[in-house]
């Protein structure tokens, strides 16, 4: 009887999974209207950033929730339509819904656990948005030396921005094939790596793009131009190292102290349960745990900011 429930409760969620997941490709497609311009979408997926970053040079401006989406997505590198995001974040948390309701949760914890789950895909997206991030601004002095040795070599910038693409690997390799590409398509090399700059949201690159734009104005020696900047670069990558070590005594600091309470109370309900009981069987106590919860992290947040030194 048991496992027929079970089965039963399995189907519901998989057929409620698939509603929602019907659902969310309807209502992205109205609002993109998608249907007036299919024969765009495969320039539109090669240009990827194109539309936002015109947008945004004009007027800045809240952009619909699909989009903000993709340009997530893009910034992560995660090759994921924003509807199939949707699909699995709704999907999460309805299967995780479904096992609740089959373990009897309570509904305070369900509460906490539904929206611990919910908050789980973004979270992810943006810690592979950060790393995505950093690993490219690791990566921009080795692109730098090849762009400079392949203009000694003879080659266009174009020719150039082509070896990178395929000589260094994902994300900079990545980017910069983007980058050849926008300019294949007809698109100007200014606008193109402007646009790699604000996908990748760095200052670095931003810096890279002024002194190309300023070399192609009034000349110059440009592969000596990208030759000092590596260097700066490195300098500046050197001097970032430094300040990590000086601050790890800090990082571990807040780790352990966040995570201390945490193992204490992990402590005392196994040496005595009966003891902790109430914090996790009434409902006083679930909400005692959430304050500590969102303290801990605003503890943790702030520590971490404290550390952050920017350079």
């Not at 698939?18 to 490709?25: H, M, N, S, T």
């Not at 948390?93 to 539904?114: D, E, H, N, P, Q």
Request: charged share 20%; with cysteine.
């Amino acid at each position: 009887m048991n496992m027929t429930k079970i089965l039963i409760a399995l189907l519901l969620a998989f057929l409620v999974y698939i509603a929602v997941d019907a659902l969310i490709k309807i209502v992205y497609w109205r609002v993109l209207n998608f249907n007036q311009r299919r024969t765009e979408i495969q320039k539109q997926n090669l240009l990827g950033y194109q539309g936002h970053y015109s947008t945004n040079k004009k007027k800045k401006q809240r952009l619909p929730v699909p989009e903000q989406i993709r340009i997530a997505l893009i910034r992560a590198g995660i090759q994921l339509k924003p509807e199939e995001f949707l699909s699995l974040w709704i999907g999460l948390a309805v299967l995780v819904s479904f096992l609740m309701i089959l373990m009897r949760v309570k509904v305070a914890t369900a509460g906490i656990i539904l929206l611990c789950t919910l908050l789980v895909p973004p979270i992810v997206v943006s810690i592979k948005s950060k790393k995505r991030r950093e690993k490219f601004s690791e990566q921009l002095k080795d692109a730098l030396m090849v762009l400079s040795n392949s203009l000694r070599a003879g080659f266009t910038f174009e020719q150039a921005i082509s070896s990178v693409s395929y000589d260094l690997p994902d994300p900079i390799g990545t980017e910069f094939k983007q980058v050849f590409r926008e300019i294949e398509l007809g698109d100007s090399m200014g606008a193109a790596l402007d646009r790699m700059a604000e996908r990748m949201e760095s200052k670095d690159l931003e810096m890279v793009n002024v002194a190309v734009a300023i070399q192609k104005k009034v000349g110059g020696n440009l592969a000596t131009i990208l030759d000092n900047i590596s260097e700066t670069l490195r300098e500046r990558m050197l001097m970032k190292k430094k300040i990590n070590a000086l601050t790890a005594q800090g990082r571990m600091s807040g780790i352990i102290i966040t995570l201390l309470p945490i193992f204490l109370l992990l402590v005392i309900t196994v040496i005595n349960p009966d003891y902790m009981a109430p914090m996790w069987t009434t409902t006083y106590g679930h909400v005692l745990l959430s304050i500590a919860l969102v303290l801990e992290i605003i503890g943790y947040v702030v520590i971490r900011k404290m550390i952050d030194i920017k350079l």
